[in-house]
């Protein structure tokens, strides 16, 4: 297992791969994607059980996890690179044409890592509760986690899925919620308030947690204790607060880069604070 | 004398429903899924045979379409249970991300299609459902005509790999074709054949063509009625070949005119083999409440319709040909 400080230089790596990802094609999304470098890192370095190849789409007796809020792909692509589910060299190709790794997640071009395809927002926590379902059926106690955006809450299916998974005691799932209060328009409260997250979880059946997700030592403590809440009857929820655009200055905390990517010179100087640690693809 | 005949009519959502349980016992890896319609649907048998693979999902049909999707992931073959309505319209963006784009195994089991619904009106009467899911990269599209033929489909579709949209309907119809026959998806049924007219028909309005072939065979017409009960995947061998024999055309279907069956044909003739053609279905209008009889003759698609689609499109063959 590697060491805390290991786990941080692995997480400065992969931030330099989403802004220099990003840049490269002037699109994508890279603020969500370096507020949830630390919960990635976390979950295929330390959390999850997992067997990247050769890649299983069924994931039998190894943990599944769904991105819901697909825009994110870059760090997703990254960690998984990273961890030999394909060459970290393709990262080069992102949201080129035909490359595998399509803007949003998608299994179309057979990416080893993908499950389903994620992007129109709302839908990853009901697919994850049938892979959940799937596992029960199979008597498979490997865990399924999942990972949303806070103003993906908005979307009226997540809350269909949040019903039945309390009220069918899905209790093999673990789901997160990338907390930064911003999104494309500007912050979840001006845009449309979510309220009490924390409440509303908890009124729909989930055993709720929260964590900082930009501290990796917290975000793999409070998943190992999700995993104790689990198998007893409910879903279990973290709520993850996170900060977009985290390690670099000037993308911190501003919703213009949800999904603006850096220019040339923006590029050089988010690298300037991000170290090398694992070589640049 | 008719070629074909009925002694007895039945749903076809319950032929759906027979062979549902049928798979039940047959295949371990076959779930159910219904959004609060189970008894609409006849998934109770299902249900009450195998609980554990039977999932209750309440009024959240997206939620049901994520759920199928996830039921793959673990080798499930999941069969998903609601109006035709809420089957496609309702959940269009899940079943194309998470099931199509996805490439999920899912059977998208859809009740209540079309004007016979009736009495519940426009709001549950879908016509464009063929049309948005034969729109669907990779998606299969069957609509059968009778009890038979639709529990044999849903017995064929457990078979095949990929998503299926199986559409099937509320009344009691007549059925018409053996018990015992193999479904073969993707391959149109000649029920008579004939040199003046090809009638391609899917649905509840295979039957109507056959009653119509029978009083036009007394008008001394030769009608060839095929049954097109696969829309995509369409069987464009056989088409191709009875109307190079007849020369014309006559599609009906218990859909809107645009994105049916008809218009597959057509797009079909017109890359090769452009032939007269006219369209037994309903003119891109919303339904209304009534008895499936009345709305069937309000919106032209009775009997009478097809004979006189079919002497319409002979008289033009003879002007146009």
């Known amino acids: 297992m590697p060491t805390i400080p290991e786990l941080n230089k692995i997480c400065s790596q992969v931030r330099r791969d989403i802004v220099r990802m990003t840049s490269t094609v002037n699109s994508g999304h890279p603020g969500g994607s370096m ?47 990273h961890r030999g589910f394909f060459p970290v060299s393709e990262l080069a190709t992102f949201r080129k044409l035909n490359s595998r ?56 299916q997540i809350w269909e ?54 501290d990796i030592e917290n975000v793999i403590a409070t998943i190992k204790i999700a995993q104790q809440h689990s198998g007893k009857g409910k879903p279990v929820m973290i709520l993850m607060k996170t900060i977009m655009g985290k390690g670099v200055d000037f993308m911190e905390n501003h919703h213009k880069w949800h999904g603006t990517a850096p220019n040339k010179d923006e590029l050089a100087k988010a690298l300037g604070q991000l170290e090398e640690t694992l070589g640049d693809y | ?37 189970t008894g609409s649907l006849k998934m109770d048998d299902f249900a009450k045979k195998y609980p554990e693979r039977f999932i209750q999902v309440g009024i959240a049909e997206a939620n049901m379409m994520g759920i199928a999707a996830g039921l793959t992931i673990g080798g499930y073959i999941p069969f998903t249970g609601t109006f035709a309505n809420f089957s496609t319209g309702r959940v269009y963006d899940q079943i194309r991300q998470s099931i199509a784009y996805s490439g999920k195994n899912v059977k998208i089991c859809a009740s209540h ?55 099937f309907g509320r009344p009691a119809v007549p059925i018409f074709t053996p018990a015992d026959q193999v479904f073969e998806i993707g391959k149109a049924i000649t029920f008579t054949e004939g040199t003046d007219v090809s009638i391609f028909a899917t649905g509840h309005l295979v039957w109507k063509a056959l009653e119509a072939e029978s009083i036009l065979r007394e008008k001394g017409i030769s009608v060839e009625v095929i049954d097109i009960h696969t829309i995509k995947p ?12 007849t020369k014309c055309v006559v599609s009906c279907e218990e859909h809107n005119m645009y994105g049916g069956l008809g218009e597959s044909i057509a797009h079909l003739l017109a890359k090769h083999y452009p032939t007269p053609m006219e369209f037994v279905a309903v003119q891109d209008t919303f339904g209304e409440s009534g008895t499936p009889d009345d709305l069937m003759k309000k919106y032209g698609l009775d009997t009478s319709n097809i004979v006189a689609a079919v002497e319409k499109v002979i008289a033009r063959k003879m002007v146009e040909v």
Not at chain 1, 167 to 184: E, F, P, R
């Open chain 1, 161 to 214: 899925a949040a019903m039945f998974a309390a009220a069918h005691k899905v209790d093999n799932i673990i789901s997160s919620i990338d907390v930064n209060g911003l999104q494309i328009d500007g912050t979840t409260d001006d845009v449309l308030s979510l309220g009490d997250l924390k409440a509303k979880w908890v009124s729909f059946g989930w055993d709720v947690l929260e964590s900082n997700g930009n």
């Open chain 2, 1 to 37: 004398m008719n070629k074909y005949s009925y002694t007895e009519k039945k749903d076809t959502r319950s032929g759906f429903g027979v062979g549902l349980s049928e798979l039940g016992a047959k295949n371990p890896n076959v779930v159910a899924l219904c959004a609060d319609l």
């Open chain 2, 234 to 245: 369409l069987d464009a061998e056989a088409i191709l070949r009875s109307v190079k024999k």
């Open chain 1, 101 to 156: 790794l399509q803007g949003h997640p998608a299994t179309a071009e057979h990416l080893p890592g993908i499950r389903v395809a994620s992007g129109s927002l709302g839908q990853g926590l009901s697919v994850a509760l049938g892979a959940a379902l799937a596992k029960k059926l199979n008597k498979d106690t490997s865990f399924v986690y999942t990972l949303h955006g806070d103003g993906e809450m908005e979307e009226g």
């Open chain 1, 35 to 81: 507020g949830c470098t630390e919960f990635f890192v976390a979950m295929y370095y330390e959390i999850m059980k997992i067997n990247p190849s050769p890649f299983s789409m069924d994931g039998k007796n190894e943990d599944l996890f769904f991105l819901s809020n697909g825009h994110i792909s870059p760090v997703w692509y990254s960690v998984l690179a």
């Open chain 2, 113 to 167: 299609a079309g004007l016979t619904l009736g009495e519940d009106g426009a709001t549950h009467q879908i016509l464009e459902d063929i049309g948005l899911m034969k729109m669907l990269p990779g998606m299969t599209v069957i609509n059968p005509c009778d009890f038979n033929q639709t529990k044999a489909a849903t017995l064929a579709i457990a078979k095949h790999v990929g998503p299926v949209y199986l559409r």
